[in-house]
């Protein structure tokens, strides 16, 4: 449980999020990079499915730690 900064609560993820492997040293214009954050192989791209130019590195641990892949996505 985090027991940091005051205020913050814990919330749920409800979407599915697309990603792409980072390819070593791929140009990363365009793409939201956090600070301190090192694009390495194992990290992915994120993008935003409503909004094309909007994509961003997740980094290689936090994707190990919190994402797996979808076999298969129910469509609307």
Do not use: C, H
Request: charged share 35%.
């Amino acid at each position: 449980m985090y027991s940091g900064e005051e205020g913050f609560k814990a919330y749920k993820k409800n979407a599915v999020q697309y990603m792409r492997p980072y390819e070593k040293d791929e140009s990363m214009e365009g793409i939201s990079v956090a600070i301190g954050d090192k694009p390495e192989v194992g990290g992915m791209i994120a993008i935003n499915q409503k909004d094309a130019t909007d994509k961003w590195y997740v980094a290689k641990k936090f994707f190990e730690d919190n994402y797996e892949e979808l076999e298969s996505v129910a469509t609307d």
